[in-house]
């Protein structure tokens, strides 16, 4: 060491250091890598003149070495961070949160990557949403409503050759293309507000450093102040279950089926299944639902049991209270899947071209080395433990989005965490996203909106005997000359029994429910109140209005049918 503090000429050339054989220096590089304290002063390396080592060896180290070593080189070199902040997956709230830092003039990097599915489906930049999720179950939907407004036309004077067909690669093909249209106008929002682009697979080496890796195996180092972690989460395989994972698929996979699913088996009763088993029932496929319990768990089950009743009465099957034992492929290249009937105690099976599975979705974090930077996650369930403020347990990390543990897996709540959490970081913002009341909608044949809480959750948050149910069974006007069963036509609003009468929940179901809870979820959001709903001129004629006539309680007892215009 008193070599290193003499002042320079050091005792060996600049040319020796750069020769290609060993060089006999006072410290080795196995020493380098060593956890612990550095051989050499903080005060010899901050002296001007030649340094005892190579640049060279310094980037082999920094690239070869742990995590310590990472911190230690930069420390030594007093090179700051290369990005202000580092958003670790391109889906909604990611990108959201990525282009909101970049308008505050930071400088801003996304990593994205994305795993082939177990049947090798892949995509582009843009998350679950756009490419196997919202995006194309929503147009997918619409392709199954247009095929019942074909059935209805004819009661409206339209001449139209019945059966009407639909093919699947047409559909498949345009709904594929415009996905693609936005994979692309992701990339461009990103290049426009000087976002950096890394279409690479992420894994942390310190809390400040990710190490990013190519498909073709390229390492790239990337540090950052800031890290938001929004990798979002994939479907789930049931494992246990023979041939689940050799001959099944998931939604990441149907929406880029390039020939029709045909005859399909969906197994699980999450909202994801029922919107698939909707539009493929609606397509004219023969489709089945498999359910262990009860559908839509989290949502408030009368309105659950009346969306699986009009799905029922759609055409789709329902096999309740089953669960499937093994999936095997037959000669004729269909699958035969075995399953137990639980309440009759009988083995059963049948044969469909697509089994899919629908049994929920897993964070995806396997690759992200959580543990190394000491990234807290749930253990039951893998998601990350954030507080308030989408803060971790490491501080400058952060997590948004499917995620995060206790969260609503929904892209609208993870774009508006991401911009929030970039104000906050980079705007002098202290404003925290609000979770509660947040409006959504499953897009099954009759649509199902809602926004607050279920009955249920109502009832155990302030008992039954301080709340009132307001609801009605009511017939869309459009459904009359078209001779429309609207049977599951349903609406309900709890609120608080006291004088003020707080509205806590709404729930509809109906034709464009996602576009009438959208509008009420404004009025719920700044504590609406029952009188003040009643006070609300309905627009005539709209389901949306039934609304705001709701009048009839449950405890009543009356019936609840809308009679009249």
Known sequence: M???????????????????????????????????????????????????????????????????LCRTLRALSGKKNEYDLLVIGGGSGGLACAKEAAQFGRKVAVLDYVDPSPQGTTWGLGGTCVNVGCIPKKLMHQAALLGSALKDAHHYGWNIAQPVHHTWSVMAQAVQNYVKSLNWGHRVQLQDKKVKYFN???????????????????????????????????????????????????????????????????????????????????????????????????????????????????????????????????????????????????????????????VGRAPDTKTLNLETVGVKTNSETGKIIVDASEATSVPHIYAIGDITEGRPELTPTAIAAGKLLAQRLFGQSSELMDYDSVPTTVFTPLEYGCVGLSEEAAVQRHGSDNIEVFHAYYKPLEFTVAERDATQCYMKMVCLREREQRILGLHFIGPNAGEVIQGFALGIKCGATYPQLMKTVGIHPTCAEEVTKLHITKRSGLDATVTGC
């Open 2 to 68: 008193a070599a290193l503090r003499r002042p320079w000429p050091v005792p060996y050339s600049m040319a020796a250091l750069r020769r290609p054989v060993p060089v006999p220096v006072p410290y080795s590089m196995a020493a380098l890598r060593r956890p612990g304290p550095v051989p050499y002063s903080m005060a010899a390396l901050r002296r001007p003149g030649p340094v005892p080592y190579s640049m060279a060896a310094l980037r082999r180290a920094r690239r070869g070495a742990g995590s310590g």
């Open 200 to 358: 690479m697979k992420g894994s942390f080496s310190d809390p400040h450093t990710v190490r990013g890796l190519t498909k073709a195996g390229k390492e790239t180092i990337v540090t950052a102040d800031n890290i938001v972690i929004a990798t979002g989460g994939r479907p789930k395989y049931p494992t246990h279950i023979a041939g689940a994972l050799q001959y099944g698929i998931t939604s990441d996979d149907l929406f880029w089926l390039k020939e029709s699913p045909g005859k399909t088996l969906i197994v699980g009763a999450s909202y994801v299944s029922l919107e698939c088993a909707g539009f493929l029932t609606g397509i004219g496929l023969d489709t089945a639902v498999m359910m262990r319990s009860i559908p839509l768990r989290g949502f408030d089950q009368q309105m659950a049991s009346l969306v699986t009743e009009h799905m029922e009465s759609y055409g789709t099957k329902f096999l309740k209270r089953c669960f499937p034992t093994k999936v095997e492929k037959l000669e004729s290249n269909r699958l035969q899947v075995t399953w137990k009937n639980t309440d009759l105690g009988t083995e059963e099976t049948d044969s469909f071209d697509t089994v899919m599975w629908a």
